[in-house]
């Protein structure tokens, strides 16, 4: 029979609705005529027939990745906030590690007299202050509550002076430039008769 009959029938042929007659003609044909064979296996394969849907069930996986990716991103930033809210509560409330972060040497400084001499500044039972972290600002602070500006110096272990005396008014600072970490500063004061509040930070 002619190939392009055949090749007619073909829709026919696959949705089953030819007599039994023309199945076994189309059949027969195909057994010995590739190119017709060939004609109704590619006619038979369903990627000639995608339907919207199956093209959408073909994406569904993908669309359930992204979701999945989408709630691990927003998972990974609401643990990051979570953990940057308690790292904060921790080194507020836990000491150590809020000194370490935040280092601050306070002292009081208490003269009795007018002499106006200058006084070694001892820092809780140490005779000296040292920058031991990083975290350091490495700057004097006289206290705000303090009733006048203070006269300091700092000296090495050697009784050098290091940074030559220099005022600061109450509530102000002064950064301390050149000194070193790990190294023992020693911290002179000369004021009239008072107390007052040091910070080293
Ligand atoms: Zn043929």
Redesign the pocket.
């Known amino acids: ?4 009959i ?2 007619d029938l073909c829709p026919s042929y696959i949705d089953g609705i030819c007599s039994e007659d023309t199945s076994r003609v189309v059949e027969e ?2 057994h ?6 060939l ?1 109704l296996e590619v006619m038979e394969q369903p990627t000639n027939t995608i339907l919207p849907e199956e093209v959408m069930a073909a994406k569904a996986p993908f669309k359930r990745i992204n979701k999945k990716r989408r709630i691990q991103v927003f998972i990974s930033i609401l643990l990051t906030f979570m953990l940057t809210i308690i790292g904060y509560q921790v080194v507020q409330d836990v000491g150590v590690v809020h000194d370490y972060f935040f280092p601050k040497n306070m002292t009081i400084v208490n003269v009795t007299d007018d002499k106006e001499e200058w006084n070694a500044v001892n820092f809780g039972n140490e005779e000296y202050f040292k920058f031991d972290s990083i975290f350091w600002n490495k700057e004097i602070v006289n206290d705000a509550n303090n009733d006048s500006e203070v006269l300091l110096r700092i000296k090495d272990a050697n009784g050098h002076v290091i940074v030559d005396e220099f005022h600061i008014s109450p509530g102000k600072s002064k950064k301390l430039e050149g000194l070193k970490k790990n190294v023992n500063y020693y911290l002179e004061i000369k004021v009239k008769k008072g107390q007052f509040f040091i910070n080293v930070v």
């Open positions: 029979m002619n190939c392009n055949i090749k044909h195909i010995h005529c590739e190119e017709c064979r004609y």
